[in-house]
């Protein structure tokens, strides 16, 4: 059995956990590749040893059977730009803060090692927007995928931005907001949640199409199915106007098309049975927290 380790930070706190967790895969003489970077950072503020280690140009491939991150759902969401179409599961262990993605406690790592090896898990596969054109954008080092979304926003101006939007070549409407937010299932639990937008299951094969701000009083998140092709084309008082897909971000020029669409593969999260998606969102929404219930 192969794993994969990725980190963006050392979490001090947490710091026996990792080494916890990298002890159990040494125990169960699981082969590890750990990032380089992160396996720098760990060897200078633990007693780690070496590793194999893995870039986003070499080192990964299909044969690995589980890729665990260690952060919180950003870190998660730049994981997904190492294993891309490989189909390596992916799992998270929570450092952070929120955990909608990552929901594996640190306090958890020895139980998320055995119960994989044993096969107490699902597979839950996570669709995938992606952003087509023509040219290179070097921001995104070709990797033009999102799990969560991609979103349109305004740049050098506190004015709002017209988004003019189709679906599949039909004139939907112009949003006069601060930006677009074309979120995936999994992403409906995130910006496009704090915009009003709503929780869509994973499973869901749909999109959300959530206005910033918009000054359009009337408009409201839309779902649609997600073989839909959308396009959009800002303008502005600026030139220039914001793409980001998840953390990563690009500057475009105004008036230029943006062709958005699902991505032709998945993203596979493993799922234990005691953390489904309802338990999840319960507690992390704080559903039920009225005392009547």
């Known amino acids: 059995m192969k794993v994969a380790i990725y980190g963006q930070q ?10 916890e967790l990298l002890h159990e895969l040494d125990k169960n003489q699981i082969q590890i590749a750990v990032e380089h970077s992160f396996l720098e950072t760990l060897q200078d503020n633990e007693n780690c040893k070496e590793y194999a280690v893995y870039t986003h140009s070499e080192g990964l491939d299909a044969t ?12 998660i ?12 599961p992916i799992v998270g262990v929570n450092t952070g803060r929120l955990g909608f993605l990552s929901i594996i406690k640190r306090n958890e790592v020895k139980d998320l090692v055995r119960e994989f090896i044993s096969g107490n898990y699902t597979l839950v596969e996570r669709s995938l927007v992606e952003l087509r054109t023509d040219f290179d954008i070097p921001e995104f080092e070709g990797r033009y995928y999102a799990l969560n979304e991609v979103t349109v926003s305004r740049k050098d101006t506190t004015s709002m931005i017209t988004v003019e939007t189709h679906l599949d070549d039909e004139y939907l409407t112009s ?8 979120a995936t299932p999994t992403g409906s639990t995130g910006y496009s949640l704090s915009c009003g937008g709503p929780v869509l299951m ?16 009337n408009a ?13 084309k800002v303008s502005g008082r600026e030139d220039f ?5 998840d953390s990563r971000v690009a500057t475009f020029k105004s008036g230029q098309e943006i062709l958005i669409a699902k991505a032709n593969f998945v993203i596979k999260m493993v799922a234990f049975p005691k953390k489904s998606f309802f338990k999840t969102i319960r507690n992390k929404l704080l559903w039920g927290q009225d005392r009547r219930n």
Do not use: K
Request: net charge negative.
């Open 202 to 217: 994973p499973s869901v094969r749909s999109l959300v199409i959530t206005p910033i701000a918009p000054h359009n009083l």
């Open 241 to 245: 106007h914001l793409v980001s897909l």
């Open 220 to 232: 409201r998140p839309l779902v649609i199915s997600d073989d839909t092709q959308i396009r959009l």
């Open 175 to 182: 949003y006069w907001s601060d930006g677009l937010i074309i």
């Open 64 to 75: 690995f059977d589980l890729f665990i991150s260690i952060g919180g759902d950003g870190t």
């Open 10 to 19: 050392y979490p001090q706190e947490a710091g026996s956990y990792i080494m």
């Open 77 to 88: 969401l730049r994981a997904v730009t190492y294993i891309g179409d490989l189909g390596i």
